[in-house]
């Protein structure tokens, strides 16, 4: 229900969210035109234009890219293929449940910034320590999200896959996992949104390279109008992650949860 109601509601008007973004970007120069900060401090919508200009023609924006998500995408990657399974295993299990849903809930509630130094002493600096913060940002998330949908699942529908012979592997293919993909592409938005934001916080300690680390590199060297546009290339490539995962909402497979 939750997912849905953040389902654009059909026929609104396209153009309105590039109109606010229009208007921001007046109010912005506006600000800088007043001289309400120094330019140094607040650079105005033509320096910034000039910043990414440079740092497209340098190839360095690609190459931090790259490598931010490589970095989201193999941590979050393995904590997809972990967290899922056993919160699936978990869902059909209520003494494992019972035992293991407190550990995993004290781990969901620890800031993952908070290994940082483990990860540094554990792994250096470079992609590991990173890939590390993101997996602790998302396996137990995932795998408590997964675990509280399996077990909400209506019990009558293990009572008609029983009476037709349906358990095992093949009840969790064909009733438990379709059951519960609303709620895990739920998790999955939130969730990577998470991974996001903390491969950007991950790289500014623990990288030689990635978006998160050319923040730092540019607050270092006073170029503010490079921040800036590092600001802009964190929050859109969000954007169309959440927006890639929210179209997993319109499979096929997907839809029957929705029915439950």
């Given at each position: 229900m939750g997912l849905m109601s953040q389902v654009p509601v059909r026929g609104t008007p396209r153009?309105?969210?590039?109109?606010?973004?229009?208007?921001?970007?007046?109010?912005?120069?506006?600000?800088?035109?007043?001289?309400?900060?120094?330019?140094?401090?607040?650079?105005s919508p033509r320096a910034?234009?000039?910043?990414?200009?440079?740092?497209?023609?340098?190839?360095r924006l690609l190459n931090d890219a790259v490598a931010s998500l490589f970095r989201v995408g193999t941590g979050f990657a393995l904590a997809v293929v972990l967290g899922i399974p056993l919160g699936l295993w978990l869902g059909h299990r209520a003494y494992a449940r019972a035992a293991m849903t407190p550990a995993i809930n004290f781990f969901r509630n620890l800031s993952p910034l908070a290994?940082?130094?483990?990860?540094?002493l554990w792994?250096?600096?470079?992609?590991?320590p990173a890939i590390f913060l993101i997996f602790m940002a998302s396996f137990f998330p995932l795998a408590l999200a997964a675990t509280l949908a399996v077990a909400s699942i209506p019990s009558v529908y293990?009572?008609?896959a029983s009476d037709h012979g349906i358990g095992g592997w093949e009840?969790?293919?064909?009733?438990?996992?379709?059951?519960?993909?609303?709620?895990?592409i739920t998790a999955l938005r939130v969730t990577a949104g998470v991974a996001w934001v903390v491969v950007v916080a991950a790289e500014m300690v623990a990288g030689r390279?990635?978006?998160?680390?050319?923040?730092l590199d540019a607050r270092n060297g006073l170029r503010t109008d490079l921040v800036v546009v590092e600001m802009i290339v964190i929050g859109a490539i969000g954007v169309i992650i959440d927006r890639l995962l929210a179209?997993?909402?319109?499979?096929?497979?997907?839809r029957w949860g929705y029915e439950r």
């Open positions: 153009f309105l969210p590039i109109s606010l973004a229009l208007v921001a970007v007046l109010v912005w120069a506006a600000v800088v035109a007043l001289g309400v900060f120094p330019e140094s401090l607040f650079p910034v234009a000039r910043g990414m200009v440079e740092e497209l023609r340098s190839g290994w940082m130094p483990f990860a540094v792994f250096g600096i470079g992609d590991v293990f009572r008609v009840l969790v293919a064909r009733v438990s996992f379709p059951a519960i993909l609303p709620e895990v390279d990635g978006l998160g680390f050319a923040v179209g997993l909402t319109r499979l096929p497979s997907v």
